[in-house]
């Protein structure tokens, strides 16, 4: 990193000023946006992301919650030891083993942080944590001791700042100040505040707490009104230096900032506004596809920088602006953000070689068994459709390669479709247990049909809550991507599934959820987890 990337070198911790030119990106994609509802990402899709991460160029990676789950423990670990470039966070409340745990997962990183946070507002502070603001001094100055202990970066949020008396969340800030945070980061943390708002209260933080100067101003704003991202840019003119965001804007309720539009925002107004992010943007769109894919959660079309139409020009005058000059209706170059379209295209009679080699292009290194598995998949791809292009094999490789989910496995499955009576469906699926089962129905749909056969077959009551479905590439013989989100006893799990027959992918992805709620169910049955305040 440059020297006016806002860390000293001092095992990654940022020496903060509002003068710095940079603002540093702090993804928590993994911590916050692992918090909407559905999501439950395993340690190898938790890897992967924070691979992509990296080669984004993100500073920061909120890697999880350390103490809230042996998984989400583990994963954050096994981030830390493998994930090279980033700083590598995890989160805490101020409790002692809170801190033991994130730094325990941390500590392999060669860049740790532990990022720890209590509530200022009162109303937090009464009806949640039921204690006094006296109490809330001491936890944070204890955490703040403690983790400073184990390393040099750690970063404070006063949680529910914006909703909280200024003056005590000053007091407060100076405390974290004074035990050594390098950070401290101000979070909207229920998105009711409004930009001039946020401007101002920053700017009476800086009054009431100088010392504020010395160290990084990070923020962390929730979309509930629609204005994370303007809050957050209101931030940044107060002086912050670090945005805390996550990729498509996922998290809690509406979600938090969403990275892209930051990082566009501060790319396409540098000029203007002089700040700019060590972001490589060109990954923006892959990196984005690949947290859809993972986490089931749709992006919408007209999503900002990476939905699909967000360089569409469908009107006529539109088109012909843009013929005649592309920036008559257009403020970025679709190419910046990586949607240009890839000139790797494949077909059935490109070999083992031809596909490693694209997809090394591509920045997937496979070799071995994965290899061969996405070799089969290729040609079973490339069998029905002509051109199998880098759009494919990216869908391809995230749905096919992905360490299997422990539990259940679809084997096969047949379904008889006729417009003139219901149809009917069998199913084959392998068992967490061993072994194998099947299952009939017949159902409203072919989809249906299969979806509660699976149900039948593994003895699940898994209710369908979300089932989108959507084409990865243009044309009639497109592969076709399925993303589902269910619920077996009030544990919700989301799978994706991709093919060139789009039932099958359904029940790829049927398969894939129901084996992420039935984990989720077993292992909260099987363990007594501290509770945790999910922030
Ligand atoms: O929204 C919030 O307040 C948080 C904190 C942990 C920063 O996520
Ligand atoms: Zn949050």
């Excluded at 992301?49 to 994963?75: K, M, N």
């Excluded at 602006?321 to 170059?333: A, C, F, S």
């Excluded at 051109?387 to 995230?398: K, N």
């Amino acid at each position: 990193m440059g020297s006016d990337d806002g860390y000293t070198g001092n095992g990654g911790t940022p020496s903060g000023r509002a003068e710095m030119s940079r603002v540093l990106i702090f993804d928590t994609t993994l911590r916050d946006g692992e918090q909407s509802p559905g999501i439950s990402l395993n340690k190898p899709e938790k890897l992967e992301i924070a691979h992509q991460l990296a080669r984004l160029g993100v500073d920061v990676i909120e890697a999880g919650f350390p103490i809230t789950s042996p998984g989400d423990f583990e994963s954050v670990q096994a981030i830390a030891r493998e994930v090279e470039g980033p700083v590598i966070c995890g989160l805490a409340r101020t409790a002692h083993q809170d801190i033991d745990a994130a730094w325990n997962a941390v500590r392999d990183s060669e860049r740790p942080c532990i990022h720890t946070f209590i509530s200022t507002s009162d109303i937090h502070i009464k009806h949640q944590l039921q204690t006094t603001r006296d109490d809330v001094k001491g936890q944070t100055r204890a955490a703040v001791a403690q983790a400073k202990g184990y390393l040099e970066n750690v970063e404070f949020s006063p949680m529910d700042a914006t909703r909280a008396d200024l003056e005590f969340t000053a007091e407060v800030v100076q405390i974290a100040i004074d035990e050594g945070a390098s950070t401290i980061n101000i979070p909207d943390t229920v998105g009711y505040v409004m930009p001039h708002e946020f401007q101002a209260y920053l700017a009476g933080l800086y009054e009431l707490v100088p010392a504020l100067h010395e160290v990084i101003l990070s923020v962390h704003c929730h979309d509930d009104l629609g204005l994370a991202v303007a809050n957050s840019f209101g931030g940044v003119l107060a002086g912050a230096r670090q945005v805390e965001c996550t990729i498509n804007g996922l998290g809690e309720r509406a979600g938090n900032a969403s990275l892209e539009e930051i990082v566009m925002l501060l790319r396409t107004r540098r000029a203007d506004v002089g700040l700019d992010t060590g972001v490589n943007t060109t990954e923006l769109a892959r990196t984005s596809r690949l947290v859809s894919r993972l986490t089931g959660y749709p992006v919408q079309p007209n999503k900002a920088i990476v939905g699909r139409n967000a360089f569409a020009h469908e009107s006529g005058i539109h088109q012909d602006g843009v013929l005649k000059e592309r920036t008559t209706y257009e403020i970025m170059d679709a190419t910046t953000v990586g949607l240009q379209s890839n000139s790797i295209v494949l077909g059935k009679h490109s070999g083992r070689h031809a596909l490693r080699k694209a997809l090394e292009e591509m920045g997937f290194e496979l070799d071995g068994q994965t290899l061969n598995t996405a070799f089969k998949r290729f040609k079973e791809i490339a069998d029905r459709k002509k051109q199998v292009t880098a759009m494919d094999l990216e869908a391809l490789v995230t749905d096919e390669l992905r360490e299997e989910i422990p539990g259940y496995a679809l084997e096969w499955f047949e379904v008889e479709a006729s417009s003139r009576r219901p149809p009917h469906a069998s199913v084959s699926v392998t068992l967490p247990e061993g072994g194998s089962a099947t299952g009939t129905f017949t159902g409203d749909g072919p989809i249906d049909a299969v979806f509660q056969a699976i149900n039948a077959a593994t003895e699940v009551a898994a209710k369908l809550s979300e089932f989108t479905i959507g084409a990865v590439t243009e044309g009639q013989d497109a592969l076709g991507e399925v993303s589902i989100v269910l619920a077996v006893d009030g544990f919700t799990g989301a799978g994706q599934g991709v093919s060139t027959d789009i039932i099958d992918a359904a029940a790829r992805a049927y398969v894939r959820a129901l084996s992420v709620a039935v984990a989720r169910s077993r292992a909260d049955e099987a363990l007594g987890l501290p509770e945790t305040t999910t922030p």
